[in-house]
């Protein structure tokens, strides 16, 4: 019981660090499973199940990450006035189409209308 507990610690540790890893990268349109496992000394696969087992997934963690920082931007909490679509492709976003989707979806405004309002969007 004490290693089973022991793994899980580890396991939930090491899904911590991962998660933060997602979160300083989120910005970069190019990060992926394989380039942050490496970078853990883990396979992409390692990733994959390492996130499964936490309960979530590279994609929903990265869209999270990728989110909140473009909603703390219109916010106005990155001394930005960027446009939108600057703010989306600084998240990380390769498509403004996309990010208004993403956005609506998650905060149920458009990106503008958080803008104008200086919704967190927490």
Request: charged share 30%; hydrophobic share 40%; with cysteine.
């Amino acid at each position: 019981a004490l290693a089973r507990a022991r793994e899980h610690g580890a396991r939930a540790a090491r899904a911590r660090v991962l998660r933060g890893l997602i979160r300083e990268r989120a910005s970069d349109p190019s990060v992926n499973e394989g380039r942050l496992g490496a970078e853990l000394g883990m396979s992409e696969r390692s990733v994959q199940k390492l996130l499964r087992d936490v309960g979530t997934s590279f994609g929903s963690e990265l869209l999270a990450a990728r989110l909140d920082w473009a909603a703390s931007a219109l916010a106005g909490r990155h001394a930005t006035r960027a446009s939108i679509a600057r703010i989306a492709f600084e998240a990380g976003f390769n498509s403004v189409p996309t990010f208004y989707r993403a956005f609506r979806a998650r905060y149920g405004v458009a990106p503008g209308e958080a803008r104008e309002r200086k919704d967190d969007c927490s």
